[in-house]
C-alpha cells in the first residue's frame, strides 16, 4: 500500500468540516410517500408498484460523490457496476445476474438501449455515456427483475428510467463543476461540467429547457511499462453532450413536446490500448482515435382527460462509431482493407398508451413500433440488416380491497425475423398495516436477436480481423421468468425491504459448435475441409481461418437470491443506509453446465454512514465490499495461456473492500460544494502476476480483471480526490 500523503484537495475536504458554524441540530423528519412512474407507465406510490424497484432521490443525486449516472447505482441492492470497464472505461450496469446487455435504460420512459452491433469488440459501455448530464435528473427509478410486459424486448434484468426535470413556471438552472485529481501521477485526471437550464418562452403556454456536459480525461501510463496492448487504465478521453426540449401547452387537457440531443465521446488509440493499429502491411481494424456518436429526436403528445390520461411519442436514434477500419482479409480482394468501416445504428420508435379508471380497475392499453437498421461494411460495403416489431400490451391494476391490489397483464410481439411472442405477468400487493407491505408475483421478459446476427452471412471480425463470426438466420429470442417475493417495513426512521427471487433462464444465445472453412489452407496449400460434408463457404478468400463461429440457442440457466436495503435514521444526526445482495447462478444446460451464468459476486454489501453535523453539512463514511467472482464461464483447453491465467488464478477474480470518505456542504441557498476522498485506504486494482506466455512472450494476469473482447471485471482508480461546486439559479 503506498504511504498516505495529504493532498491539498482532502485538506479543503477537511476545512469544509471545521469551517461550518452555524447550525440547527433539528433536521425535519416529516416522511412523504414515494412517487414512481416506471413500474406501471403511471404514478403510484411505490409500496403499491407491481415491482421491486428502488430510487435514487434529488437528494442522493445531489450528494453522491458521483461523476456519471452508473455510480449513482452503485448501493443499490441487485444492482452491479463492477463486472467490467469495456474498453473506454465506462460502467456496464447488471441487474440480478444479468450481463449489462439484459438491462433496459430508459429517459422519461423512452427506450434508450440500442443494439450492440454498433459498437462490437467491447465498446458496448459506451452506452452508459449516452445519457443526460447529472444536472438535468430528477430522480432515477430502478426496477429489478424482467419487464417485458411493460417494455418488450431487452428488459430481462431489470429496467432504469432516469427521470428529467420538469420545466419551471420561472427561469431556473444548475451548473456543476467537478473533478477527480489522482494522488499518483500515473492515473487518469478528469474534470468534468454539467448543466441544466429551464423555464417558460411564454408563461403557462411554451416552455425551454436546456441540458449539457463535457468530459475532459488526461492520459494515463500503462500498468505495465512499454506494453503493446490492452491495459485497464482508461486513456485520454474528450466528451460532450447537449440537448434541448420545448414543451407546449395547447390547452388544459393536451402538451405536446420536441426533445433533442446529441452527444460524442472521443477516446485517443495512438498507443494501441483499445486495438490494434492499422500497419502498412496488415490492417487490423483500428485508427488512432474512435469516435462514438448518437443524435436523437423525439416528439411526443401527453393528454389528461376525464377518461384517463394518454402518453405518446415517436423517436429517432442514430448511433454510429467512427475509427474502425476494414480488416485484412475481409473481401475477395485487398482493395477495401484498411478503408473506413461503417458502423451506424438506427432505431425508430413510436409508442402510444393510454390509462384509463373502471370501476376499480385501472387499465393500461398500448401500442409499439420498432423499425431497427444497421449498416456494417464487414459483411459488404453498405450492407444494410434490418427487424420490425409491432406490439400491443394490455395491463389492468385490480383493487380488490383498499389494501389489495392484483396486476395482471400480457404484452404480444409481431417480430419480422422470428415471428410472435407472448409475455405476461401478475403480481399481487398487499398493504398488510400502514408499516407492512407484502409484495409477489411471477414476470417474464425475453431479448430478441439483432438483425445483424439474424442475417445468413459474415456478421462480425474479432481477434484484430483474425477471427469471422456468421449470422443464425433460426435465432429464436431469449427468454426468462422471474418468481419474486417481497416485504418492506417502514416506520418512518426504519424502513426496511427483504426480496427472494428464483429466474430461470432459456433458449440462451451461445456459441455453437465451429463450422468448418470450405476454403481454409494450410502452409502447405492444402485444403483439407473441402470435401467435409458439413463444411460453409462465405467466400473462397477466405482462406486463413480453419473455422467459424455462430451462435445458437442451447443454455438454459437459472438463478436465485436475495436483496436486503435498509435506511435507518438511528439518531436525527445519523443515519445509516445499507444494501446486501445474495446471488447464485448456474447454468443448467449446454456447453458450460454447471458454471455460473455471469461473473456476479455471490455476496454483494455496501453501507453508508452518514452524520447530519447540522442542516448544512453532512460528513459521511461509505463502504463496499464484494467477494470474488469466477473468473471465466468456461473451461480452457490445456497448454494455452488461458490454462496456465485459470491456474495461477484459481478460475478467480480477487473480493475486496472498498471504504470512501466524503462530506456535503450547502454554503448558501444557491450554493453547494461536495468532496470526497475515494479508494481511501488506497486499494491496487492493477496487481498481476507475470508468466511466460507459449509463445516465449512476457505476459500478465490480473487479480481484479480479466481480459476478452472487453475488460471484465473490477478496476477502481487508486486513491483520489473529488470536489464538485454546483450552484444553483
Not at 212 to 234: A, I, M, Q
Amino acid at each position: 500500500m503506498a504511504s498516505f500523503n495529504p493532498h491539498p484537495l482532502s485538506a479543503a475536504l477537511l476545512a469544509l468540516v471545521s469551517s461550518a458554524t452555524y447550525a440547527n441540530n433539528e433536521p425535519a423528519t416529516h416522511q412523504l410517500s414515494t412517487i414512481v412512474v416506471s413500474a406501471a407507465g403511471y404514478e403510484q406510490d411505490i409500496k403499491n408498484a407491481p415491482a421491486s424497484i428502488s430510487v435514487v432521490t434529488k437528494d442522493d443525486i445531489e450528494k453522491k460523490n458521483a461523476s456519471n449516472i452508473a455510480e449513482l447505482l452503485s448501493d443499490i441492492p441487485g444492482v452491479d457496476i463492477r463486472n467490467g470497464v469495456g474498453k473506454t472505461s465506462n460502467l456496464n450496469i447488471s441487474i440480478r445476474g444479468m450481463g449489462s446487455n439484459y438491462t433496459l435504460i430508459l429517459i422519461d420512459g423512452r427506450r434508450q438501449t440500442t443494439s450492440s452491433d454498433v459498437t462490437p469488440n467491447g465498446f458496448g459501455e459506451t452506452a452508459t455515456g449516452f445519457l443526460p448530464p447529472i444536472s438535468s435528473i430528477e430522480r432515477i427509478e430502478v426496477i429489478r427483475g424482467p419487464m417485458a410486459t411493460r417494455y418488450g424486448s431487452d428488459a430481462m434484468g431489470g429496467v432504469i428510467n432516469i427521470i428529467t426535470k420538469k420545466v419551471t413556471d420561472t427561469w431556473a438552472g444548475n451548473v456543476t463543476l467537478s473533478g477527480n485529481l489522482m494522488e499518483h501521477n500515473k492515473e487518469a485526471d478528469s474534470s468534468k461540467v454539467n448543466f441544466a437550464l429551464n423555464g417558460p418562452l411564454i408563461n403557462n403556454i411554451l416552455g425551454l429547457e436546456l441540458r449539457g456536459s463535457y468530459l475532459d480525461r488526461k492520459g494515463s501510463e500503462r500498468v505495465v511499462p512499454n506494453g503493446t496492448g490492452r491495459d485497464p487504465r482508461p486513456y485520454k478521453a474528450d466528451n460532450f453532450d447537449v440537448g434541448s426540449k420545448l414543451s407546449l401547452n395547447i390547452n388544459d387537457l393536451n402538451s405536446v413536446w420536441l426533445d433533442a440531443f446529441h452527444s460524442s465521446q472521443t477516446y485517443k488509440n495512438d498507443d494501441n490500448r483499445l486495438g490494434t493499429l492499422d500497419t502498412a502491411t496488415r490492417a487490423s481494424g483500428y485508427r488512432p482515435e474512435l469516435e462514438f456518436n448518437r443524435t436523437q429526436f423525439s416528439v411526443g403528445h401527453d393528454g389528461n382527460y376525464d377518461l384517463g390520461t394518454w402518453r405518446s411519442y415517436i423517436s429517432h436514434n442514430t448511433t454510429e462509431t467512427q475509427g474502425r477500419t476494414i480488416p485484412s482479409g475481409t473481401f475477395p480482394n485487398q482493395a477495401h482493407s484498411g478503408n473506413d468501416r461503417t458502423l451506424k445504428n438506427t432505431d425508430i420508435i413510436a409508442d402510444t398508451h393510454f390509462v384509463a379508471p373502471i370501476g376499480a380497475h385501472l387499465v393500461t392499453a398500448g401500442l409499439e413500433y420498432r423499425d431497427e437498421t444497421i449498416v456494417d461494411d464487414i459483411a459488404g460495403i453498405g450492407a444494410e440488416f434490418s427487424a420490425k416489431a409491432f406490439s400491443v400490451y394490455l395491463e389492468d391494476a385490480w383493487t380488490i380491497t383498499d389494501n389489495l391490489i392484483f396486476t395482471l397483464g400480457g404484452r404480444y410481439e409481431d417480430h419480422d425475423g422470428f415471428g410472435g411472442h407472448f409475455s405476461p405477468r401478475s403480481y399481487l400487493v398487499w398493504n398488510a398495516s400502514p408499516e407492512l407491505t407484502l409484495k409477489g408475483g411471477i414476470s417474464t421478459g425475453y431479448k430478441a436477436p439483432s438483425a445483424k446476427t439474424l442475417h445468413n452471412g459474415i456478421t462480425s471480425v474479432s481477434g484484430q480481423g483474425a477471427s469471422f463470426s456468421i449470422g443464425s438466420p433460426n435465432l429464436k429470442p431469449e427468454t426468462t421468468t422471474n418468481y419474486e417475493l417481497s416485504a418492506n417495513y417502514d416506520i418512518g426512521n426504519f424502513d426496511l425491504t427483504t426480496t427472494l427471487f428464483y429466474t430461470q433462464f432459456k433458449d440462451k444465445f451461445a456459441s455453437g459448435p465451429a463450422l468448418a472453412n470450405c476454403h481454409y489452407t494450410d502452409a502447405n496449400g492444402n485444403q483439407p475441409n473441402l470435401n467435409k460434408p458439413n463444411c460453409v463457404s462465405y467466400g473462397s478468400h477466405i482462406t486463413g481461418m480453419q473455422e467459424f463461429s455462430q451462435q445458437i440457442n442451447t443454455d438454459e440457466a437459472k438463478s436465485q437470491g436475495a436483496e436486503v436495503s435498509l435506511t435507518y435514521n438511528i439518531i436525527p444526526e445519523w443515519t445509516l443506509k445499507t444494501a446486501y445482495t445474495y446471488m447464485d447462478s448456474e447454468i443448467t444446460k449446454g456447453t458450460n453446465k454447471g458454471n455460473p451464468l455471469e461473473n456476479t459476486p455471490k455476496n454483494a454489501f455496501s453501507a453508508t454512514s452518514t452524520w447530519h453535523i447540522n442542516p448544512q453539512l453532512d460528513l459521511w463514511l461509505q463502504h463496499e465490499y464484494k467477494s470474488s467472482r469466477v473468473r471465466s464461464s468456461s473451461t480452457p483447453n490445456a497448454g494455452t495461456d488461458a490454462a496456465t491465467e485459470y491456474r495461477l488464478t484459481g478460475n478467480k477474480l480477487k473480493g475486496y473492500n472498498l471504504f470512501n470518505l466524503g462530506t456535503s456542504y450547502q454554503v448558501t441557498k444557491n450554493i453547494r460544494i461536495n468532496g470526497a476522498i475515494n479508494n481511501l485506504l488506497d486499494k491496487d486494482f492493477t496487481s498481476h502476476q507475470s508468466y511466460t506466455s507459449i509463445d516465449g512472450s512476457e505476459k500478465q494476469v490480473y487479480d481484479y480483471l480479466a481480459f476478452g473482447a472487453a475488460i471484465s471485471g473490477t478496476y477502481i482508480p487508486s486513491r483520489n480526490y473529488w470536489l464538485s461546486f454546483s450552484y444553483d439559479f
